[in-house]
């Protein structure tokens, strides 16, 4: 079911060209997988292309990624103890929260509106650009399921 407040899934044709990167299937379906699965790691991506380009590797979703990456259209974020996960929402200078029990992740935005967002007691003599903050805490899922748990006298 889509509701009204969906976000359109992107022109992925438009984004590459206006980003001076040539359009492939590969960069097509990697930007489609991104949209409806933020924060996605390549083999997740891999998954997610498999059906239409079952002949796409690991090493050339790698490589699309790190494209899209060095050209702006999509964001690595590397949440401690995981492995590099993807977005396609860049430029709004946002943070992420990230379950401690399962790893689940979710965009938090940024309460100042303007990067760095934060600004440390000192710079060292850095011109500071932005900060990258990441919350942690235990999603409503993992939280519904740990009630259960205890709602049925198992320990957690």
């Known amino acids: 079911m ?68 060095a050209a702006g259209l999509a964001r690595r974020i ?22 401690q029990r399962c790893g689940a992740v979710a965009d938090v935005d940024c309460v100042t509106g303007h990067a760095p967002c934060l600004t440390p007691s000192q710079t060292s003599g850095f011109d500071l650009a932005e900060a990258e903050v990441t919350f942690w805490g235990t999603c409503a899922d993992c939280s519904a399921a740990m009630a259960a748990r205890v709602d049925a006298g198992s320990p957690r």
């Open 78 to 99: 590397e949440p401690a103890g995981q492995p590099g996960l993807y977005e396609l929402r860049v430029g709004d200078n946002h943070h992420h929260i990230v379950c």
């Open 2 to 69: 889509t509701t009204s407040t969906a976000v359109p899934a992107p022109d992925a044709v438009a984004m590459l060209r206006d980003a001076g990167l040539r359009v492939t299937d590969t960069r097509v379906a990697a930007i489609a997988a991104l949209h409806v699965l933020p924060h996605s790691g390549v083999d997740t991506i891999l998954d997610a292309v498999g059906d239409a380009l079952p002949a796409t590797s690991r090493q050339s979703i790698h490589n699309v990624l790190t494209d899209l990456v």
